[in-house]
């Protein structure tokens, strides 16, 4: 099984490989929202849920324009959540990525297309081998515009029938409490060697 996971973080290393270059993130506090760039008008935030939130922080991480990635839990009633608890799948939350970006560099419309091309948003509550709510696929939009943006993106997304005519499950939120994931969550891959299929 941890083969096979490994397999499926590499195909999604891959598709971050396809996407940009390498934009090095840092973490905040365990336990706490993560600090966001008050004061700092050029930067925006999205968050994402799409699986496994490895695979998800290495594919966005390495997108151009992309300034921070945090791993974390949202979407749940349960406060400070750890990661046992959020896989008892009793604490309603997705492992997710809150992503920093540059709005003159990286636009949100592209965050979404990576959004869109990391992951199977026709499969509930499944990625690859990883199965739970946890593994849910969906959009925690911060503003009307992200919204509107996403809620466009998956009608065309089902429009196109790029997924054979599946439905998308993909759900579109609003944003709630982000709760930083363990310290050794972050950029965990890049911390064991298998970040190696970045582009210079």
Known sequence: ????RLLWLFFVMLVAALIGTSRPGTGQGAG???????GDTTMATATFAAGCFWGVEETFRNVKGVTETTVGYTGGWTENPTYPQVCTHTTGHAEAVLVQYDPEQVSYE???????GCHD????NRQGPDVGSQY???VFYHTA?????????????EASGAFGGRPIVTQILPAATFWRAEDYHQRYLEKRGLSSCQTP
């Open 1 to 4: 099984m941890a083969y096979i």
């Open 32 to 38: 706490t929202e993560p600090a966001t760039t008050e």
């Open 110 to 116: 592209e965050l979404l297309g990576v959004f869109w």
């Open 121 to 124: 948003p026709t499969t509930l």
């Open 136 to 138: 849910r696929s969906a």
């Open 145 to 157: 515009d992200q919204q509107q943006a996403a809620e466009a993106a998956k009608r065309r997304l």
